[in-house]
């Protein structure tokens, strides 16, 4: 498995030097019964995503966290069925919008600008990001199991997610290509 993950990282341009991810809460606010805080995560230096971090104000925490991941953005949690069920069993809902994506959406030119200079494709960016939100989630009180959730194309972030990272325990994949032959 160490021998795969070191190729992969290979391929995606090589790993990113070690960076202890930070979370700062920006706002507050109550949403269909639950507590919804709107933060920023530092995956590494100078690098910033949104999040929002939902919890049930009714369910008993289960310790679970899973972050959902959306080809579009991370408000459409709102709309998803999944995030419902999640919220009841009092599952923690990290919705992300990793680089590119949502707010952080950005023209192409800039995006492959960003590549060029740190010498990773856009996805292994994006995966970086995921795989550092996990190791925060990871850190937060009452916190015991992260998994990852991710809707369409974000599929793919989330399964090479449960590949690469010891923090992520379980992957859902809901949309995702079936084959790479039909990409």
């Not at 999040?51 to 289960?62: D, I, K």
Request: with cysteine; net charge negative; aromatic share 6%.
């Amino acid at each position: 498995a160490e021998q795969l993950r070191g190729q992969l990282w290979v391929t995606f341009g090589g790993k990113p030097a070690p960076f202890a991810p930070r979370l700062e809460e920006v706002s507050s606010q109550t949403w269909n019964g639950n507590s919804v805080q709107k933060a920023r995560i530092w995956t590494e230096p100078g690098m910033e995503v949104p999040a929002l971090l939902v919890r049930s104000q009714t369910a008993a925490p289960s310790g679970k966290a899973v972050l959902f991941l959306d080809e579009k953005d991370k408000a459409t949690l709102a709309d998803s069925a999944v995030v419902t069920n999640l919220l009841q069993a009092g599952t923690l809902v990290c919705a992300v919008d990793p680089r590119g994506l949502g707010e952080v959406h950005c023209h192409d030119n800039h995006l492959a600008s960003d590549a060029i200079h740190l010498g990773r494709p856009l996805f292994a960016q994006q995966l970086w990001d995921v795989m550092q939100t996990a190791k925060r989630v990871t850190k937060l009180d009452g916190i015991t199991e992260v998994a990852c959730y991710g809707r369409g194309a974000a599929g793919l972030l989330a399964l090479f997610a449960g590949a690469l990272s010891d923090d992520v325990a379980r992957v859902a994949a809901d949309g995702c290509l079936a084959s790479y032959r039909y990409a």
